[in-house]
């Protein structure tokens, strides 16, 4: 997909990456230390005492590791995930100018090198815990509509449903769609399925299975646009998210059928450049993915609005209802059950 398709501050988490179990055997066990094994060890007593001691701190280090067998979940969530393992924290936010009536938490999601990712967190009622499902947004850049989905995504599902800004400005036509929310330390807008743009999903994915209430086994991705480009990227090379939705995405030719999540594609039958597409988002580029996909044996559902835009979600009532609709049917379904 081209760029021109629409496609105080307290951590309440941090990842370090690297630290695991073996920090425990770096250093003394209460106070236990093996003692020295030396070539002038030379009396069997000596030898003997060596090994008890050496047995003696083993033993306690053991117990240790199985008093806290999370240790190295808790510390370094990316492991097995697409994209490299990524030290991030997760603080509180203010709401940004504009957005203070929008009543959803806001976070800041920063990973080293790659940027500072702001994020709305909308929760249903209830403790939980819930899945999550995290949307990103078009080339248009992040914006209110974004906010206003997650929160009937929210509310109509059950889940916690992030909406990220996970890169910073816009492009395109479809600016004209949206109200925009900046985010000016996010990361740079890459190319839709590069490192950078996997890197960011990745670290999404990781900061929301941390977030209080949240279910860290049932996370599901949503993309509309350009957005959709990294979940497919991602959903190809990990099998750790239940479910992918996308929405008016494009479907270059060779894209790999080899995905390892369910997927459901929203598409109108008229998306074109009009209003923000692109050639890969024609309706029969995305007709003939799901056909690939069938004829894979992957599971894939598929909506087709006739005469729907690249942007009606947000530009008709009628369709955005219907959408919402179609994708609480279908979270519920992937993720709660």
């Given amino acids: ?4 398709v629409h496609p105080e501050p307290k951590p ?6 690297g630290r695991s179990v073996d920090f425990l055997i770096g250093g003394p066990v209460h106070g236990l230390q093996a003692a020295p094994m030396s070539a002038s060890v030379d009396r069997e007593e000596d030898i003997e005492l060596v090994r008890l001691k050496l047995a003696t701190t083993l033993a306690a ?3 240790l590791i199985a008093l806290y067998p999370n240790q190295r979940a808790s510390t370094q969530t990316t492991q097995g995930s697409a994209g490299t393992p990524t030290e991030i924290s997760v603080d509180r936010a203010d709401a940004p100018p504009g957005t203070e009536s929008l009543a ?6 920063a990973v080293p090198g790659l940027g500072v990712m702001l994020a709305a967190v909308a929760r249903p009622s209830g403790a939980g815990p819930f899945p ?7 080339t248009h850049g992040f914006a209110k509509e ?8 929210a509310s109509g599902g059950d889940v916690i449903a992030v909406a990220a800004c996970w890169f910073r400005g816009n492009a395109g036509s479809g600016a004209r769609f949206i109200t925009s929310i900046a985010c000016p330390d996010g990361p740079p807008m890459s190319p839709p399925a590069s490192p950078g743009s996997l890197q960011a999903v990745t670290a999404l994915i990781q900061a929301v299975r941390t977030l209080p209430g949240a279910n860290p086994d049932r996370v599901g991705l949503l993309g509309h646009s350009r957005g959709a480009a990294p979940i497919m990227s991602y959903i190809v090379s990990a099998g ?8 008016s995405a494009g479907y270059p030719a060779g894209l790999s059928t080899e995905v390892k999540a369910p997927i459901l594609i929203l598409h109108g039958t008229a998306d074109s450049p009009d209003d923000g597409g692109v050639a890969v988002t024609n309706i029969q580029m995305a007709r003939d993915f799901e056909a690939k996909l069938r004829a894979a044996g992957k599971p894939v559902e598929a909506v087709y ?5 690249h942007n009606d979600i947000f530009a008709s009532s009628t369709q955005y209802r219907d959408e919402v609709q179609k994708m609480v049917t279908y979270l519920r379904r992937h993720l709660r059950e």
């Fill in 104 to 109: 959803v938490q806001w976070v800041n999601v």
């Fill in 305 to 309: 609005y006739e005469g729907g835009r």
């Fill in 12 to 17: 309440l988490y941090e990842s370090k990456t």
């Fill in 61 to 63: 280090v053991a117990m």
């Fill in 240 to 247: 750790d998210v239940r479910a992918a939705v996308l929405n």
């Fill in 132 to 138: 999550t499902i995290i949307l990103l947004h078009g």
């Fill in 146 to 153: 974004y906010v206003r989905l997650a929160k009937d995504l």
């Fill in 1 to 4: 997909m081209s760029p021109g």
